[in-house]
C-alpha cells in the first residue's frame, strides 16, 4: 500500500486505482495468512506445513535472514538522518537570534508551510466553500439576538476548523447584517459556494431556530431545517451545541468534509455576551469603540478568569488602540503582553493566542530581523488555516523583513478568508505598491474605500496614492475625509502637514505639528539655517536628522545620521523600494561625496531598481525623485533634467531641488528655468489649499 501511494500520486493516476488496489489487498490478506499458515517454504519447493518435520524447517533461517536484512535497512536509515541532520550544506539545525527554530520553510511558498493548501483553492476558490451569515432574531421583542448570533458564532467556530472547507470569516459574513443584499450579491462579494443563512424566534419559553442551506450557483436551498427548543439560561449553551451540532452534521454529508477539533469558549452567558460585543468593538478600529473594547474585555476576564480568547482579545485592542490613537505605545506595549503572556500559558497553542503573539512582536520588536512574528504567525495558519487574521499577521511580519512577495501571498490567502477587511485591503495595497504595482495597489484601495466607505483606512491609503501622484488637492480632501471619519487618528494630519508644507501653509502645518522637527523643516524652507541648526540636536528621530543635515547641506552631519538610519531601519540588507528608494539615492549620493565606499552599495540597488527605464515611465513622485538624485551625481548631470521634468508634469511642488545633490546643475540655465516651473507649481498648490479651506468641498466626509 505504501508503494502503490507513492508510485500513484509520482504517475497522476486516478483515485480509482489506489481504491483498487487496497480492495485487492483486503481480499488477499487472508487468504495469505491462510497459505502462509498451511504451506512453507522448503529446498524442494513449497510443501504442506504439516508433512514437514521439524528438522527440515528452514523457517527459522530465513526469519533471521529477515531479521539481519532489517536491521540493515534501520543503520542506511538512520545514517541518511544523521547526514542530513549534520552534514547537509545548510550546516544543519539553525537557531534564530530568539532561539527559535529556523525550520520555517521560508524559502517554501506560504502553501508549504505545514499547513493545507486546501484552505485556498488556487484552481476554483468557490469550490467546498461556505459563508454563514448572521442569524436573525424574529422574535417578537427583540430579545434574542445574542442567542442569534451564538449559533452563527458557534457554527464558524466548528466549520473554520475543517480541513479542506475555506469559510468566509465573520467579520466579512456579518458585514451585510441589516443589508438589503440579495444572496448573489453576498456570494459574488465574499466569493463562496454555499450560504448558510437561519433564524431564531422565540414564543414563550420555547425557541424555534431554522437553517437554511442554499447554493449560490442556483440559489437552490440544498437543506433546511427547524428546531424547537425549550430555553432557559441554564440550557442556552447546551442548546446552541445541540443545533450547531445538529446543522454541522448535516452539512457534513452533503459537502463532504470531516469536523476536526473543537473551539474553547466560556462557560459563563454573561462573559460570552460581553466578549461579542467587545470584539465587534474592537474590530470597528476606532478610538472610542476600542477603548470600550478594552473595558469590555476585562469585564469578560473578570467574570470567567480562564477564557484565554478574552486575554487575546484584550491584548489585540490595546495594541489596535496605540495604532489607532487612542494609547500610549509604553502601556499599550506593557498591558499587550502582560495579557498575551497570559493567553500563552492557558491556551498556547490556540490561533487566537499565537496571532496575538505575532502582531506584538511586529509592532514593538525593534529587530527588524526579528523572526518571531512569523513563527508565531505560521503556528497560528497550522492550528487554524481558516483564520484569516493569522495569515494576516503574517503578510505583516514578511513585510517588515522587505520580503514583499511571500508578504503579498499571506495577505492574498487572507483575503481570500475575510474579502471585505478594510485592514486586510489595505495591506494588500501597500504591498502591491512597494513592490512596484501602484495600478493594482489603486484598485484595491478602490475596493476597500467601496466595501468600507466609514473606515479611515481606505481614505487614509488613497491620499497617499494621489500625494505620491503629485494631485495634493485630491490628496488633501482625501485626508479630509479620514480626519472626519476618526479625528483622533494619527495619519490624516502627517499628511496634511506635508501638503501644508509644499503649499508654503507654515502657519498651519505649525498648527497640526508644533515640532522642533516641524520648525527646523520651515527653517530649512525659509532659508534660515541658523535656526534649523539650534533645532537639530532636538531631534529624536535618525531619519529627520539625516534629512534635515541634507538639506542645510552638511554632509559629516548626514552620514553620521544615515549610519544610524541604516542600522535602525535595516537597510544594510533590503533592496531598494518605493518607501526607501529616496533615502538610498540620498546615502549613495552623501557617501559618494564623501568618499566613502559603502555608499557604492546603495547606489548598485537603486541602478538594479531603475534597470534601463526612462523617467516617462514612472508614475510616482519617490521613483522620479531618488531617480533624479542618481542621475544628478552622475557623470553627467544633466541626465537628471528629463526626470525633474517628469516631477514637475505630475505636479510636484518641493523645495528638493535645493539639495546638495543638484548643486552641479545650477549654473545650467536649464535647470533654473525648471526652478521657475516648481515654483509656479507650489503657487497654484497654494491657492487651490486655501480655496479649500475657505469653502470646504460638500463632498467631504465630515460635510455630509
Same mark, same amino acid.
Given at each position: 500500500?505504501?508503494?502503490?501511494?507513492?508510485?500513484?500520486?509520482?504517475?497522476?493516476?486516478?483515485?480509482?486505482?489506489?481504491?483498487?488496489?487496497?480492495?485487492?489487498?483486503?481480499?488477499?490478506?487472508?487468504?495469505?495468512?491462510?497459505?502462509?499458515?498451511?504451506?512453507?517454504?522448503?529446498?524442494?519447493?513449497?510443501?504442506?506445513?504439516?508433512?514437514?518435520?521439524?528438522?527440515?524447517?528452514?523457517?527459522?533461517?530465513?526469519?533471521?535472514?529477515?531479521?539481519?536484512?532489517?536491521?540493515?535497512?534501520?543503520?542506511?536509515?538512520?545514517?541518511?538522518?544523521?547526514?542530513?541532520?549534520?552534514?547537509?550544506?545548510?550546516?544543519?539545525?539553525?537557531?534564530?537570534?530568539?532561539?527559535?527554530?529556523?525550520?520555517?520553510?521560508?524559502?517554501?511558498?506560504?502553501?508549504?508551510?505545514?499547513?493545507?493548501?486546501?484552505?485556498?483553492?488556487?484552481?476554483?476558490?468557490?469550490?467546498?466553500?461556505?459563508?454563514?451569515?448572521?442569524?436573525?432574531?424574529?422574535?417578537?421583542?427583540?430579545?434574542?439576538?445574542?442567542?442569534?448570533?451564538?449559533?452563527?458564532?458557534?457554527?464558524?467556530?466548528?466549520?473554520?476548523?475543517?480541513?479542506?472547507?475555506?469559510?468566509?470569516?465573520?467579520?466579512?459574513?456579518?458585514?451585510?447584517?441589516?443589508?438589503?443584499?440579495?444572496?448573489?450579491?453576498?456570494?459574488?462579494?465574499?466569493?463562496?459556494?454555499?450560504?448558510?443563512?437561519?433564524?431564531?424566534?422565540?414564543?414563550?419559553?420555547?425557541?424555534?431556530?431554522?437553517?437554511?442551506?442554499?447554493?449560490?450557483?442556483?440559489?437552490?436551498?440544498?437543506?433546511?431545517?427547524?428546531?424547537?427548543?425549550?430555553?432557559?439560561?441554564?440550557?442556552?449553551?447546551?442548546?446552541?451545541?445541540?443545533?450547531?451540532?445538529?446543522?454541522?452534521?448535516?452539512?457534513?454529508?452533503?459537502?463532504?468534509?470531516?469536523?476536526?477539533?473543537?473551539?474553547?469558549?466560556?462557560?459563563?452567558?454573561?462573559?460570552?455576551?460581553?466578549?461579542?460585543?467587545?470584539?465587534?468593538?474592537?474590530?470597528?478600529?476606532?478610538?472610542?469603540?476600542?477603548?470600550?473594547?478594552?473595558?469590555?474585555?476585562?469585564?469578560?476576564?473578570?467574570?470567567?478568569?480562564?477564557?484565554?480568547?478574552?486575554?487575546?482579545?484584550?491584548?489585540?485592542?490595546?495594541?489596535?488602540?496605540?495604532?489607532?490613537?487612542?494609547?500610549?505605545?509604553?502601556?499599550?506595549?506593557?498591558?499587550?503582553?502582560?495579557?498575551?503572556?497570559?493567553?500563552?500559558?492557558?491556551?498556547?497553542?490556540?490561533?487566537?493566542?499565537?496571532?496575538?503573539?505575532?502582531?506584538?512582536?511586529?509592532?514593538?520588536?525593534?529587530?527588524?530581523?526579528?523572526?518571531?512574528?512569523?513563527?508565531?504567525?505560521?503556528?497560528?495558519?497550522?492550528?487554524?488555516?481558516?483564520?484569516?487574521?493569522?495569515?494576516?499577521?503574517?503578510?505583516?511580519?514578511?513585510?517588515?523583513?522587505?520580503?514583499?512577495?511571500?508578504?503579498?501571498?499571506?495577505?492574498?490567502?487572507?483575503?481570500?478568508?475575510?474579502?471585505?477587511?478594510?485592514?486586510?485591503?489595505?495591506?494588500?495595497?501597500?504591498?502591491?505598491?512597494?513592490?512596484?504595482?501602484?495600478?493594482?495597489?489603486?484598485?484595491?484601495?478602490?475596493?476597500?474605500?467601496?466595501?468600507?466607505?466609514?473606515?479611515?483606512?481606505?481614505?487614509?491609503?488613497?491620499?497617499?496614492?494621489?500625494?505620491?501622484?503629485?494631485?495634493?488637492?485630491?490628496?488633501?480632501?482625501?485626508?479630509?475625509?479620514?480626519?472626519?471619519?476618526?479625528?483622533?487618528?494619527?495619519?490624516?494630519?502627517?499628511?496634511?502637514?506635508?501638503?501644508? =508644507? +509644499? !503649499?508654503?501653509?507654515?502657519?498651519?502645518?505649525?498648527? $497640526?505639528?508644533?515640532?522642533?522637527? &516641524?520648525? /527646523? #523643516?520651515?527653517?530649512?524652507?525659509?532659508?534660515?539655517?541658523?535656526?534649523?541648526?539650534?533645532?537639530?540636536?532636538?531631534?529624536?528621530?535618525?531619519?529627520?536628522?539625516?534629512?534635515?543635515?541634507?538639506?542645510?547641506?552638511?554632509?559629516?552631519?548626514?552620514?553620521?545620521?544615515?549610519?544610524?538610519?541604516?542600522?535602525?531601519?535595516?537597510?544594510?540588507?533590503?533592496?531598494?523600494?518605493?518607501?526607501?528608494?529616496?533615502?538610498?539615492?540620498?546615502?549613495?549620493?552623501?557617501?559618494?561625496?564623501?568618499?566613502?565606499?559603502?555608499?557604492?552599495?546603495?547606489?548598485?540597488?537603486?541602478?538594479?531598481?531603475?534597470?534601463?527605464?526612462?523617467?516617462?515611465?514612472?508614475?510616482?513622485?519617490?521613483?522620479?525623485?531618488?531617480?533624479?538624485? =542618481? +542621475? !544628478?551625481?552622475?557623470?553627467?548631470?544633466?541626465?537628471? $533634467?528629463?526626470?525633474?521634468?517628469? &516631477?514637475? /508634469? #505630475?505636479?510636484?511642488?518641493?523645495?528638493?531641488?535645493?539639495?546638495?545633490?543638484?548643486?552641479?546643475?545650477?549654473?545650467?540655465?536649464?535647470?533654473?528655468?525648471?526652478?521657475?516651473?516648481?515654483?509656479?507649481?507650489?503657487?497654484?498648490?497654494?491657492?487651490?489649499?486655501?480655496?479649500?479651506?475657505?469653502?470646504?468641498?460638500?463632498?467631504?466626509?465630515?460635510?455630509?
Amino acid at each position: 500500500m505504501q508503494i502503490a501511494a507513492i508510485t500513484t500520486t509520482s504517475f497522476g493516476a486516478p483515485d480509482w486505482v489506489m481504491k483498487m488496489i487496497i480492495i485487492t489487498l483486503v481480499i488477499g490478506f487472508p487468504i495469505a495468512m491462510i497459505l502462509a499458515w498451511a504451506f512453507e517454504m522448503t529446498p524442494e519447493g513449497m510443501r504442506p506445513t504439516e508433512t514437514i518435520a521439524a528438522n527440515d524447517s528452514i523457517s527459522s533461517q530465513t526469519g533471521r535472514k529477515l531479521d539481519w536484512a532489517i536491521l540493515a535497512g534501520l543503520l542506511v536509515v538512520g545514517g541518511l538522518m544523521i547526514f542530513s541532520q549534520f552534514f547537509s550544506p545548510s550546516g544543519g539545525p539553525n537557531f534564530d537570534t530568539d532561539g527559535l527554530t529556523a525550520d520555517r520553510a521560508e524559502a517554501a511558498s506560504i502553501g508549504d508551510i505545514g499547513v493545507s493548501a486546501a484552505s485556498v483553492e488556487a484552481e476554483d476558490p468557490t469550490t467546498q466553500s461556505i459563508a454563514v451569515l448572521p442569524f436573525e432574531d424574529y422574535s417578537a421583542d427583540k430579545d434574542q439576538d445574542y442567542f442569534a448570533k451564538g449559533i452563527s458564532e458557534e457554527l464558524l467556530n466548528v466549520l473554520s476548523r475543517i480541513s479542506g472547507l475555506r469559510v468566509a470569516s465573520r467579520t466579512s459574513a456579518f458585514s451585510f447584517a441589516g443589508q438589503n443584499k440579495s444572496l448573489a450579491e453576498i456570494s459574488e462579494a465574499l466569493n463562496v459556494s454555499h450560504i448558510l443563512e437561519g433564524s431564531v424566534r422565540k414564543a414563550g419559553e420555547t425557541l424555534r431556530i431554522t437553517a437554511q442551506l442554499i447554493d449560490t450557483s442556483n440559489d437552490n436551498h440544498i437543506w433546511a431545517a427547524t428546531y424547537d427548543r425549550p430555553l432557559t439560561a441554564k440550557n442556552i449553551f447546551d442548546v446552541q451545541d445541540e443545533i450547531a451540532t445538529a446543522i454541522v452534521e448535516e452539512l457534513k454529508g452533503r459537502l463532504n468534509f470531516t469536523p476536526e477539533g473543537e473551539a474553547g469558549r466560556t462557560v459563563s452567558l454573561e462573559a460570552y455576551e460581553k466578549y461579542l460585543k467587545a470584539r465587534e468593538e474592537a474590530n470597528q478600529r476606532l478610538p472610542e469603540p476600542l477603548l470600550s473594547s478594552i473595558q469590555g474585555f476585562e469585564e469578560v476576564i473578570s467574570l470567567d478568569p480562564k477564557f484565554s480568547h478574552a486575554y487575546s482579545g484584550l491584548a489585540d485592542s490595546y495594541m489596535l488602540a496605540f495604532a489607532y490613537g487612542a494609547f500610549s505605545k509604553e502601556d499599550a506595549q506593557t498591558e499587550a503582553r502582560k495579557n498575551i503572556d497570559r493567553a500563552l500559558v492557558l491556551s498556547p497553542n490556540s490561533a487566537e493566542t499565537l496571532t496575538s503573539a505575532a502582531m506584538y512582536d511586529h509592532m514593538f520588536s525593534e529587530n527588524p530581523e526579528s523572526a518571531a512574528a512569523i513563527d508565531y504567525a505560521l503556528k497560528a495558519v497550522a492550528a487554524n488555516p481558516n483564520y484569516s487574521v493569522a495569515f494576516h499577521r503574517l503578510g505583516q511580519a514578511y513585510a517588515k523583513r522587505g520580503e514583499y512577495e511571500k508578504s503579498l501571498k499571506a495577505f492574498e490567502q487572507a483575503r481570500n478568508l475575510d474579502p471585505l477587511s478594510a485592514s486586510i485591503l489595505n495591506n494588500i495595497a501597500r504591498i502591491q505598491r512597494l513592490s512596484g504595482d501602484w495600478k493594482a495597489a489603486k484598485a484595491t484601495t478602490m475596493d476597500n474605500i467601496k466595501w468600507n466607505p466609514e473606515q479611515p483606512a481606505g481614505h487614509i491609503a488613497l491620499a497617499v496614492f494621489y500625494f505620491d501622484e503629485g494631485d495634493f488637492v485630491k490628496s488633501f480632501i482625501s485626508a479630509k475625509n479620514a480626519q472626519a471619519l476618526n479625528p483622533d487618528d494619527p495619519y490624516p494630519p502627517i499628511i496634511l502637514k506635508e501638503i501644508f =508644507l +509644499k !503649499a508654503k501653509l507654515y502657519e498651519d502645518a505649525l498648527t $497640526l505639528d508644533n515640532s522642533p522637527k &516641524m520648525k /527646523a #523643516l520651515i527653517a530649512v524652507e525659509t532659508g534660515n539655517f541658523k535656526t534649523a541648526k539650534d533645532l537639530f540636536s532636538e531631534l529624536k528621530d535618525p531619519k529627520d536628522r539625516a534629512y534635515l543635515a541634507y538639506m542645510m547641506k552638511d554632509l559629516e552631519r548626514a552620514a553620521s545620521a544615515y549610519e544610524n538610519v541604516i542600522n535602525t531601519l535595516g537597510y544594510k540588507t533590503l533592496q531598494a523600494d518605493t518607501d526607501n528608494l529616496v533615502d538610498f539615492a540620498n546615502i549613495s549620493f552623501v557617501f559618494a561625496k564623501l568618499g566613502l565606499p559603502k555608499g557604492m552599495s546603495y547606489r548598485e540597488r537603486l541602478k538594479a531598481y531603475f534597470g534601463d527605464k526612462s523617467a516617462d515611465q514612472f508614475e510616482l513622485l519617490n521613483p522620479l525623485w531618488a531617480g533624479a538624485v =542618481l +542621475k !544628478a551625481s552622475g557623470q553627467n548631470p544633466k541626465q537628471a $533634467l528629463p526626470w525633474i521634468d517628469r &516631477m514637475i /508634469a #505630475l505636479g510636484q511642488a518641493d523645495n528638493l531641488l535645493d539639495g546638495p545633490a543638484f548643486d552641479m546643475l545650477r549654473k545650467f540655465p536649464e535647470f533654473k528655468e525648471r526652478q521657475s516651473r516648481m515654483a509656479e507649481n507650489r503657487a497654484k498648490l497654494n491657492e487651490a489649499i486655501m480655496t479649500e479651506l475657505a469653502d470646504p468641498n460638500p463632498n467631504w466626509v465630515g460635510n455630509n
